[in-house]
């Protein structure tokens, strides 16, 4: 009996040890498949370490494939410092070949740190010394895959493309916009360590890295580079200030070229200013435009059918009176009896005048609104400025008259070329772009692609007719002959506007443009130069600008493969005919008081001065139009 | 003389064989590390279990009942050992604990013979005094008195871990000698109470128990071992990774070969190795209770059961802790964990059951 009891409670117990047991055994298995992605999860990251490789970064190119911004392939050191067992010989060695401190070098090989780069002596190492780092053989010394960003176009498109720092991320231009679609995946070799960060002899794990999307651009290399070659001979010849020129397509807002100086090399960045850097001048600057703004005013007579260009004639007598003040034509004297088409090519201001008072100040502002001055154009470029027109309620006769020829407003080139396209293509603003699409890296199949953005329709397609064919003119008989091309109909118009400085205009200190396209009849491509501030050159958009904006022409006809138009199409366009004129007598006079009188010649400046001190030929001889004339400056 | 219980000794071998297997997975590294020699916790752990087995041969031969007469003296030794080795400079310290006799690399830990004393000596007073057991204070209170002190003199080390295994294979020999159930009732009363005074004397406790509840809490501090052992038995998986490729004894478990064996085991083995050790136990502790009913002398009795109950705690015990049901005590699995005393006083508490079981 006593020992029936003592057996119950022994047996009891047993089960009770049966019971813990099984117990035990759930909770292993509940840990082990309950909980097991959770710990996998928690113990991995503890175990293992990643030494990262770099995606490539998205490739941009041009929009032929030409490539504008690649990767170069280099090598960067990692170490890891608890792997490294010779600890002196890495420092000592390491110190010498990539010439840093061996204090320096001690700092990195000891840091408690599971993954340290030497930054930045050890980053983007060259292939030899690479080799020297591997014929060492020290463990825990690695060598990583690291591209660096290639432009091998230097300068080239320089703004628009920006550039990168040395972690490869955009820091301006397309690099920074698309930064997050250029930027590849890091993918990594995972190793598992122990808890001193020792590498055990477990599998590494390769994740591959994902390489980041192309970007295909509207730009044109062939016209950019066109583009770039005649800036950099503006620089040298006039001395500029500033220059830039845009090309566009005016059938889509696809942006062909687009440069400025000062511009910047994207591989060296750290050698220019940010401003010089981040001034994306084409649609950063603005000022006032000058005559090439008289297209707006033309297209909004003609579409209001306020001016019958060939049969309506107007005089000029170098003056007009609006309100209190008299409006000067640049030419001094005037340019006397002439038909509106003749205003348009003499880029008459009192014509333009008298234009803009038939149009009246609320038709000229809605036009202007409409061809989308005073607001961003919306080109996908970071940047762009908005530039300043008249309030409506301030515009008094005054302030109508000098906007309809182009003073007291202030634009953008971007607008002002945007603009004119809509004027010359048939009416239709559209919005300018620089990205055509965005490419899968592995095939080049775009992902997304920008199609043309129809902003609105701004005049009728025959109005913007008339303004092609009167600005053709403005090329074979008028201020744009310096751009005129060999069998091709090229349009154009030129601008010279005074720069304002603290609210007064700047004495001799000029922006001058050219606005030219071609062909005129069905226009292909749009070019505009303006050049800020040019020296020792007579200061005319038509003389400084155009043969820039020709050049580029010339260059667009064989990129863009234009084909000649056949001749005598329209009789009264034909090429400008020699003409003579007589020689005006300006010595001893203010430079700055005769140069309406000089229009025209080719002028050569020697000596510095306000005063002309002589001229030959003499005054009063009969030369033809456009010769050189020599004029000698001096103090009076 | 009759035969021995061949298949608890086959169980007992095996569980022994497999323990030094894995103690040489879970240690290599850190030997490697600390000693310059991979082999050298196998070596010994291999040396501890001749030693042992030789203990068992001999001991299975003498008789048990010689152990009755024995009692007084070997308790007497046993408290002996216990008060010198918490005088400075003759015990050392480990791991933060005044238990051992340093003899070189070796050690023994004088409560881990306390514990096999207490139960020879808890085995004939229950025995002999089958009549006054029933009254609490006459019989009950003597016996408790002496579990008591053999607790305190632990706790001065301090090691609750053994003090409490001590102190429940008392308690588990009363429960069978047929005290009374509401005994028990008061005795889980008095041992939350005790429990709570402890807690207080020293707080490291109650990071313990709150580091168990929520481990994440004190990842690196007393959460640390909880969270590092998870670490172990959870990515393994079921099926485990493969024998000596467990991650964690990579430095990231302190000491794995001593009482996070369990876990080394389940992360390189799975579910499977967590079975074979199951078995193999359960399969000690049946053949163990097996031979307890079987034997007829009370004495014998009661110490193959108090022996039983004493491992079988301490298992559990330290199952718990490894898969995180109970908070950490620092107990070592018996013939599993790495530990010369351990293990050898594990194989003489085996001879001794076996030589029971020639009486059967």
């Not at chain 1, 129809?454 to 003119?473: G, W």
Request: glycine share 10%; with cysteine.
């Amino acid at each position: 009996m006593f020992f029936k009891d003592i057996h119950i409670r022994m047996r009891l117990f047993f089960v009770i040890v049966i019971i813990l047991f099984l117990t035990v055994i759930s909770k292993v298995i509940y840990i082990q498949v309950f909980e097991y992605d959770k710990l996998s999860k928690l113990s991995s990251d503890l175990w293992s370490r990643n030494l990262p490789i770099e995606g490539n970064r998205g490739i941009i190119y041009d929009r032929n494939f030409t490539i504008l911004a690649d990767n170069i392939t280099t090598t960067s050191l990692v170490l890891i410092p608890n792997q490294i067992k010779e600890k002196e010989r890495a420092i000592k060695e390491l110190s010498k070949i990539i010439g840093v401190s061996e204090e320096e070098m001690s700092k990195h090989v000891n840091k408690k740190t599971s993954i340290e780069r030497v930054h930045p002596e050890g980053r983007r190492l060259s292939f030899d010394i690479a080799d020297k780092i591997a014929a060492l053989n020290l463990e825990g010394v690695y060598l990583v895959k690291e591209s660096k960003r290639n432009y091998p176009y230097d300068k080239n498109l320089s703004h628009v493309l920006g550039y990168v720092g040395i972690d490869n991320q955009g820091l301006s231009g397309l690099e920074l916009q698309y930064n997050e679609y250029l930027t590849g995946e890091y993918g990594s070799i995972k190793y598992f360590s122990d808890a001193k960060g020792n590498k055990l002899k477990l599998n590494e794990i390769y994740e591959e890295p994902q390489d980041g999307v192309n970007i295909l651009l509207t730009i044109n290399n062939e016209i950019q580079m066109s583009v770039e070659r005649e800036l950099d001979n503006a620089l040298s010849k006039l001395n500029p200030e500033k220059a830039l020129a845009i090309v566009m397509d005016p059938n889509s807002g696809e942006i062909l070229a687009m440069s400025s100086r000062p511009n910047f090399s994207p591989s060296n960045y750290q050698d220019y200013t940010l401003e010089e850097i981040n001034r994306n001048l084409p649609i950063w600057m603005n000022y006032e435009p000058g005559s090439t703004f008289k297209i707006i005013t033309l297209a909004t007579a003609l579409e209001e059918n306020l001016v019958d260009l060939e049969n309506e004639h107007f005089y000029d007598g170098g003056s007009v009176r609006v309100a209190n003040a008299k409006i000067k034509c640049w030419k001094a004297g005037g340019h006397g009896d002439q038909t509106f088409l003749q205003v348009v090519e003499n880029s008459c201001n009192p014509g333009f005048v008298a234009l803009g008072r038939r149009i009246g100040k609320e038709k000229l502002f809605s036009y202007i609104d409409k061809f989308g001055f005073g607001e961003k154009t919306g080109i996908d470029l970071n940047g762009e400025a908005t530039g300043i027109i008249f309030d409506l309620d301030n515009v008094g006769e005054v302030e109508l008259a000098t906007t309809a020829f182009g003073q007291g407003v202030s634009v953008t080139p971007i607008q002002q070329i945007t603009a004119v396209s809509a004027a010359i293509n048939g009416g239709k603003l559209y919005k300018p772009y620089v990205v055509k699409s965005l490419l899968e890296p592995e095939t080049n199949s775009p992902i997304l692609t920008n199609e043309k953005t129809l902003v609105r329709n701004v005049i009728s397609n025959e109005t913007s007719k008339k303004v092609a064919l009167a600005l053709e003119s403005v090329v074979t008989n008028g201020s744009g002959r310096n751009a005129y091309i060999e069998g091709y109909r090229v349009g154009g118009k030129t601008g010279t506007a005074q720069k304002v400085k603290d609210g007064a205009y700047m004495q001799g200190n000029y922006i001058l443009s050219f606005i030219g396209f071609l062909p005129a009849d069905n226009p292909k491509v749009v070019v505009y130069v303006a050049i800020d501030n040019p020296k020792g050159v007579v200061q005319y958009g038509g003389t400084v600008a155009a043969p820039i904006a020709k050049a580029i022409l010339e260059d667009c006809i064989t990129a863009l493969d234009i084909k000649k138009s056949s001749k005598g199409t329209e009789k009264k366009y034909q090429l400008w005919e020699k003409k003579y004129v007589t020689v005006p007598d300006v010595t001893g006079k203010k430079l700055n008081s005769v140069k309406g009188l000089l229009y025209g010649f080719d002028v050569n400046y020697t000596g510095s001065g306000e005063y002309i001190k002589f001229q030959s030929p003499k005054a009063g001889e009969r030369v033809l139009e456009g010769s050189k004339i020599r004029i000698l400056l001096g103090d009076k | 003389m009759k035969k021995i219980d061949y298949k608890l000794f086959i169980f007992v071998v095996l569980l022994s064989l497999f323990g030094i297997l894995m103690i040489y997975s879970a240690s290599s590294i850190w030997s490697e590390y600390k000693f310059a020699d991979e082999f050298r916790y196998l070596k010994l752990q291999g040396l501890y279990f001749i030693i042992g087995m030789i203990m068992l041969y001999i001991v299975s031969k003498v008789d048990y009942r010689k152990y009755l007469k024995k009692a007084n003296i070997i308790l007497g030794i046993c408290f002996l050992l216990l008060i010198l080795v918490i005088i400075p400079g003759v015990g050392t310290i480990r791991n933060g604990s005044r238990s051992w006799f340093g003899i070189g690399g070796m050690g023994i830990q004088p409560s881990e013979f306390m514990k096999l004393g207490i139960i020879i000596f808890a085995a004939k007073y229950l025995s002999s005094n089958t009549k006054e057991i029933k009254n609490i204070v006459k019989g009950v209170f003597p016996i408790l008195m002496v579990a008591a002190l053999a607790f305190a003199l632990i706790m001065l080390q301090p090691d609750l871990g053994t003090g409490a295994i001590i102190l429940v294979s008392i308690i588990g020999l009363l429960f069978v000698s047929g005290v009374n159930m509401s005994f028990f009732i008061k005795i889980g009363a008095i041992g939350l109470l005790g429990l709570a005074m402890l807690i207080i004397a020293a707080p490291y406790r109650i990071r313990r128990i709150i580091s168990f509840i929520n481990p994440w809490t004190d990842p690196l501090g007393s959460g640390f071992q909880s969270i590092q052992s998870l670490y172990a038995i959870g990515p393994g998986g079921l099926l485990g990774m493969g024998l000596f490729n467990s991650v964690q004894k990579h430095f990231y478990l302190p000491e794995p070969q001593t009482d996070f064996i369990f876990s080394i085991i389940s992360e390189e083995l799975g579910i499977l190795g967590i079975l074979i050790v199951s078995i193999l136990f359960i399969g000690i502790f049946y053949r163990c209770i097996k031979i307890a009913i079987k034997c007829d002398n009370l004495f014998g009795k009661y110490l193959v059961f108090g022996i039983t109950f004493q491992l079988a705690f301490q298992t559990l015990l330290n199952l718990a802790v490894v898969v995180g049901l109970v908070p950490i005590t620092g107990v070592t699995l018996p013939f599993l964990s790495y530990g010369g005393s351990s293990l050898i006083l594990s194989l003489i508490s085996m001879g001794i059951v076996l030589n029971v079981s020639r009486d059967t």
